[in-house]
């Protein structure tokens, strides 16, 4: 896929089309963390839901309540199965007229597929929108640099609530502060022409780019969970802490509401999500997939790895929730086992009646040492 920011002079850009990397980056990282680079997400696709009835029937139909959602309001939601565990995930964003979901560019075939099976005869019209916009992510303030699409008066930006607990939510992560609590991320839509303009003004020296490596590690170090990486089929929303941001717990009847309440009220989640600080070189990061051991126990699997421009080596991964939160883990790499520390995100107790005491939260530089 043809992507104008491989004119970029540094870019390195995949067979699918994204900017990886300008060659720099830990300082892309820093420069997207302080606000002065923006990132192009072409691992994002974009769906369109026009119609009358667009966000009550989304409600009915996901996790969020975003009934009352007002134009250039944004949320997150997620359509589960059945028996509660995640099958989609999206951004949303309405303007007035469309509710706009971005969501990660592998699952959003499948998703459009779903809503469009579900539409019934309400006054919905799902598409991929992916060939009218584009998604840019970066802190509100680099993106005064773009020119986002506004389609109906309203401009098209997304802001991350995470990690704060939207309306209805409820977090498990016992940390505090939450090491999301200083990111500050959004993500406008923007026509292909914008793209171009972008890319011109990279080269020029104008716009300083990160690629979406630099942008993934910002949200492995958040703990900021993703369709793409955190999620399997056997995925709650519970085990990686999304109740924060993409369920309201207090809303109506939605497909796998009972499962949602049950675990949330009289149970607890059967995996965990937890943080890892992995120790060795810097040059040797597991792969997604790789085994979580304690001895010859193997106990989950690294869902999402990063280098971090201060933490280093960070990855996140789903474990079984009775892993001990002290136990000694190791992570297999394809050059040997390394020892990672764990830090807890979602704790063994979690759960509605579960009075988890809060912790103040020291680095994990600190904590290795």
């Given at each position: 896929m043809t992507s104008p920011f491989a004119r970029v002079p540094g870019a390195v850009v995949d067979e699918g089309g994204?900017?990886?990397?300008?060659?720099?980056p830990l300082a892309e990282q820093r420069a997207l963390a302080r606000g002065t680079a923006i990132a192009p997400l072409g691992d994002r696709a974009v769906l369109a839901v026009p119609g009358e009835d667009r966000l009550s029937w989304l409600d009915s139909l996901t996790s969020q309540a975003v009934t009352a959602l007002a134009p250039g309001e944004g949320s997150e939601l997620l359509v589960l199965d059945p028996n509660g565990r995640i099958e989609h995930a999206a951004a949303i964003v309405d303007d007035g007229e469309t509710a706009w979901l971005i969501v990660d560019r592998a699952d959003a075939e499948a998703l459009l597929g779903w809503l469009r099976?579900?539409?019934?005869?309400?006054?919905?019209?799902?598409?991929d929108a992916s060939a009218e916009l584009a998604v840019v992510g970066g802190t509100a303030a680099a993106l005064a640099a773009v020119h986002a699409a506004a389609p109906a008066g309203v401009p098209l930006v997304w802001r991350d609530p995470w990690p704060a607990v939207s309306a209805g939510g409820h977090a498990y992560a016992a940390i505090a502060p939450h090491p999301g609590a200083d990111r500050e991320w959004s993500e406008a839509l923007v026509?292909?022409?914008?793209?171009?303009?972008?890319?011109?003004?990279?080269?020029?020296?104008r716009i300083a780019l990160a690629g979406a490596a630099a942008a993934d590690a910002l949200r492995v170090a958040a703990w900021r969970p993703r369709w793409a990486a955190e999620v399997d089929e056997r995925a709650l929303p519970h085990e990686t802490d999304w109740l924060r941001t993409a369920v309201h717990l207090q809303k109506g009847c939605y497909r796998g509401q009972e499962t949602v309440a049950k675990v949330h009220n009289l149970g607890h989640p059967p995996r965990?999500?937890?943080a890892l600080h992995l120790d060795g070189s810097d040059s040797v990061l597991p792969v997604r997939g790789a085994e979580v051991r304690v001895g010859d126990d193997v106990v989950g699997a690294v869902t999402s790895t990063a280098l971090h421009y201060e933490e280093g080596p960070i990855a996140l991964a789903i474990v079984r929730r009775s892993t001990p939160i002290d136990a000694a883990l190791v992570v297999a790499t394809d050059d040997g086992d390394i020892a990672a520390a764990q830090e807890v995100i979602v704790p063994p107790e979690a759960g509605a009646t579960a009075q988890v005491p809060r912790i103040t939260r020291l680095s994990r530089r600190a904590a290795a040492q």
């Open positions: 994204v900017l990886q990397h300008l060659g720099a099976r579900m539409r019934f005869r309400l006054r919905v019209d799902p598409r026509a292909p022409e914008e793209l171009d303009r972008i890319a011109d003004e990279a080269t020029a020296g965990r999500l937890i």
